[in-house]
């Protein structure tokens, strides 16, 4: 089947720390990768995305590459700020099903 | 542009209620999709439309229903509510290919509801 696993919070670093958030998956075609942001009180919104191996999606300082080998899709980021501190969620895509599947959710809090 | 609405943000339900989430999107898309978030878990999908007048369960859909009479209107109906209901629901809305296929979901703020 199609699921997604993510490393299990609270991860808790301190400002300017070096961020690795795990994320592997399992899937019967060939996906496309996400990673999606919850700020306290709303919604989740897109952070990145990469649509075939070996692309490398990025904004805000985060990163994240598609490894197929591997299947998995880790997010990183060199620097992070407490204005990060936020729920991070890994997903795919199936094309076929229009269906989504979430990980469960990483909480990030980043300490002054 | 208001993108995607839901109400009400909360609500708590004696157990046997019913009730319904209401949701709106504004930009004209075709697919969308209810999900529920329980604590410390990922999201859920319940039900989705590719379109109006087309829906479909998803992972979760037992305890549900929803209906797509027009391209804004996505509502959820929970019928005879019951306590494993208690959770976070959020709707979300996408285009048609490409912009499906580039993964941009957008998402309500969503509705928590409790049953006691």
């Known amino acids: 089947g199609n699921s997604v696993t993510q490393m299990e919070g609270p991860v808790t670093l301190s400002e300017e720390a070096f961020l690795t958030i795990n994320c592997t998956y399992t899937?019967?075609?060939?996906?496309?990768l996400f990673w999606y942001v919850q700020y306290p009180g709303e919604g989740l919104q897109l952070l990145l995305k990469a649509t075939k191996a070996d692309d490398k999606g990025s904004n805000k300082g985060f990163e994240a590459t598609y490894r197929k080998e591997t299947t998995s899709f880790h997010l990183e980021k060199g620097s992070v700020q407490v204005s990060d501190s936020a729920v991070y969620f890994c997903a795919l895509l199936i094309y076929n099903f229009n269906k989504f599947y979430f990980g469960s959710g990483t909480k990030l809090n980043v300490k002054p | 542009n208001a993108g995607v609405t839901q109400t009400p943000k909360f609500r708590i339900l004696k157990i046997g209620q019913s009730m319904t989430l209401q949701c709106a999107q504004d930009m004209n898309h075709n697919y969308m999709y209810w999900y529920r978030q329980d604590p410390g878990m990922g999201l859920k999908l319940i039900y989705y439309?590719?379109?109006?007048?087309?829906?479909d369960k998803g992972e979760v859909p037992n305890g549900y229903n929803v209906s797509r009479s027009t391209t804004e209107d996505f509502p959820l109906r929970l019928e005879l509510a019951a306590p494993s209901q208690t959770s976070v629901y959020f709707c979300a809305s996408s285009g048609q290919t490409p912009e499906l296929y580039t993964g941009e979901l957008f998402f309500g703020e969503g509705s928590r509801l409790t049953v006691l």
């Open positions: 439309s590719v379109g109006a007048g087309i829906t």
């Open positions: 899937a019967t075609g060939y996906p496309s």
